[in-house]
Nanobody, 121 residues
Framework: VQLQAFGGGLVQAGGFLRLSCAASGRTFSNYAMGWFRQAPGKEREFVAAIRYSTYYADSVKGRFTISRDNAKNTVYLQMNSLKPEDTAVYYC??????????????????WGQGTQVTVSS
């Protein structure tokens, strides 16, 4: 599976962005999909995941929404009410065997290249 994330950019605090991640392959619907982010000097952290259900980090719950369109082989991350602390490189990832509940980077076997999100105060 190859993943390509896009949709990042510069936005003011309180604004919104929608990230997309396009996947290659015909078995996209079988994969749990996740979004992670990495801020400068910090470890990559879980943001959200989806397969049968959706899962969110506490820091984004109520502001971010993950969704997927299996017909388009695409997963989305709608980010509302953005805060400066949301600034990071956002990565999409695929887990070929999980149910989407994993928050561990090591459970995701495929990764996209990342897209920069910068939120100004």
């Amino acid at each position: 599976v190859q993943l390509q994330a896009f949709g990042g950019g510069l936005v003011q605090a309180g604004g919104f962005l929608r990230l997309s991640c396009a996947a290659s392959g015909r078995t996209f619907s079988n994969y749990a999909m996740g979004w992670f982010r990495q801020a400068p000097g910090k470890e990559r952290e879980f943001v959200a995941a989806i397969r049968y259900s959706t899962y969110y980090a506490d820091s984004v719950k109520g502001r971010f929404t993950i969704s997927r369109d299996n017909a388009k082989n695409t997963v989305y991350l709608q980010m509302n009410s953005l805060k400066p602390e949301d600034t990071a490189v956002y990565y999409c990832a695929a887990d070929s065997s999980g149910d989407g509940s994993s928050r561990s980077r090591s459970d995701y076997n495929y990764w996209g290249q990342g897209t920069q999100v910068t939120v100004s105060s």
